[in-house]
């Protein structure tokens, strides 16, 4: 299963309320450009870490999360375990804190958000959306 992730080579982006520009290249395959971007920026700008407040919730609400969703970059799990969310992307495993009874944001790495979306009659999500700063995508539920 390929890792789903906004690890790029290249990061181009502008910052015009700030009269900054920032560019970030590599010619490694496994460089973070994103995150080096980000990093600097938030130096730059002086930006504050995000306070989150985890939100408890009831186990059973993450029964109707859990599945597998595939994008355009390959799929993803959820999994509820022991009272726990969790996201794998191939070799990667994120705990997810619930901010809200559908948004989570990963224990590591708090500007990171999942979202889960679209839910049916049975009361289960058919769609996820990953939030990383400067990248986002959408992941639909693969029908078991």
């Known amino acids: 299963m390929p890792a789903v992730s906004p690890?790029?080579?290249l990061f181009f982006g502008r910052f015009p309320d700030y009269d900054i520009a920032l560019i970030v290249l590599s010619n490694r395959s496994s460089f973070d450009g994103a995150s080096l971007a980000r990093t600097i920026i938030h130096h730059m700008l002086e930006l504050p870490s995000p306070q989150r407040q985890p939100l408890p919730l009831m186990p059973d609400t993450f029964r109707t999360m859990a599945?597998?969703?595939r994008s355009v970059f390959g799929k993803?799990?959820?999994r509820a375990e022991d009272h726990t969310l969790l996201y794998l992307s191939g070799e990667?495993?994120?705990?997810?804190?619930?901010m809200s009874?559908?948004?989570?944001?990963w224990f590591e790495d708090e500007d990171i958000e999942v979202h889960f979306e679209n839910q049916n009659e049975q009361g289960v999500y058919e769609?996820?959306?990953?939030?990383?700063?400067?990248?986002w995508l959408?992941?639909?539920?693969v029908a078991s």
């Open 92 to 98: 990667a495993t994120h705990v997810l804190v619930p």
């Open 127 to 135: 769609r996820i959306r990953v939030i990383w700063p400067f990248f």
């Open 7 to 9: 690890v790029t080579q």
């Open 138 to 141: 959408t992941a639909e539920r």
């Open 76 to 78: 993803v799990q959820v």
């Open 101 to 105: 009874a559908t948004s989570f944001y």
């Open 67 to 69: 599945g597998t969703y």
